[in-house]
């Protein structure tokens, strides 16, 4: 099908970034401030592409301007559209990681931070000095819509938690298995540890869910064999759970790797679990706005490429 350039036309590019700016600002006065025009102007601008769109757009409700089901449909198709013009047109040459002068906002758990960040930076410190890395709390519940409102460039997590649709892209790092990790001495228990003290013993729960209990992997598996475990203590950082089972009697289930280099560092042991957990992968999450982004496209072949070195 050929372009209507006569349609095309009557369309200025401008008018679609203040679009943007409307679709995800909700406001107008938001809006005006985040393009950098006054709030006058962009009211002006709402009333064009009101008659552009022949729809209101925005409406006024209770808790402030809310998206009509039209707006609704057009805040992917935009966003990603202007994407893909800033990259036609900014990002002709090759990119350059040597040269390139750049901010990259990873969201990602402390476990995938201590496993893959310290060989990302040593290898960005030599071939790409001028690109920052900006690391971000992690809360599963709200990542989707962090890369939706371009909060976040990339994030890394399990697959069970990235959800993605048509528009979130996604790239398998690794696949990972369980550990259980404790203290023998404080613990009495003795590797490999038995269900019977696997159930008796208080855990430290990792959750990276914010507001929805400490259940996790372990309590499904458990789930069907008609059995439950106690918890001692439910925490967001995995970076604290060796601490935690060194000085306490209790047990922690965690990733494999992590698991391993924290028995080594803290000199506590290692147990397979005794319920079947299986594996889970370890996946790269990104908006498909940036899926042909020169530098986007370079710095997740690298991530990819150091995370099959784990």
């Known amino acids: 099908m050929g372009i209507d350039a ?34 006058s102007a962009m009211s002006h601008n709402l ?14 409700g ?14 992917e198709p935009v966003r ?24 990259f906002r990873f969201g990602l758990s402390d476990s995938m931070e201590v496993l893959i960040m310290p060989a ?17 709390d992690f809360d599963a519940s709200r990542l989707l819509d962090e890369l939706d409102a371009d909060e976040l460039d990339l994030a890394i997590g ?4 990235l959800h993605g649709q048509v528009h979130h892209k996604r790239r398998k790092l690794f696949t990972e298995t369980w550990l259980c990790i404790f203290n023998a001495e404080k613990t009495g228990v003795t590797p490999p540890i038995s269900l019977d003290d696997y159930l008796r013993l208080p855990h430290v729960v990792t959750s990276l869910r914010p507001g929805r209990g400490a259940r996790g992997i372990v309590d499904g598996a458990l789930d069907k064999l008609g059995l439950h475990r106690s918890i ?28 391993r280099r924290f028995a080594a560092e803290f000199g506590l042991s290692l147990s397979p679990p ?18 042909h982004d020169p530098a986007h496209t370079w710095l997740r072949e690298l991530v990819t490429e150091l995370a099959a070195e784990l």
């Open 80 to 103: 990603t559209m202007l994407a893909q013009v800033e990259t036609l047109v900014s990002r002709e040459k090759a990119f350059d990681p040597a040269t390139a002068v750049r901010t």
């Open 232 to 259: 001692a203590l439910t925490t967001p950082r995995f970076l604290t759970a060796p601490s935690l089972v060194a000085r306490a009697p209790v047990i922690v289930t965690m990733q494999a790797r992590l698991a």
């Open 274 to 291: 005794p319920v079947e957990l299986g594996e889970i992968t370890i996946s790269l999450l990104w908006h498909a706005s940036y899926d």
């Open 47 to 60: 009333a064009r592409l009101r008659e552009l769109f022949g729809d209101e757009l925005l409406t006024r």
């Open 6 to 39: 006569v349609n095309l036309g009557r369309i200025d590019l401008n008018l679609l970034v203040h679009l943007d700016a409307l679709l995800n600002e909700r406001s107008v006065t938001r809006a005006a401030s985040r393009v950098g025009i006054g709030q």
């Open 158 to 161: 399990y697959d069970l938690m």
């Open 120 to 136: 990302l930076l040593s290898r960005m410190r030599e071939v790409a000095p001028g690109i920052h890395l900006r690391l971000t």
């Open 62 to 75: 209770a808790d402030g301007m809310r998206l009509t089901p039209r707006a609704v449909t057009l805040v």
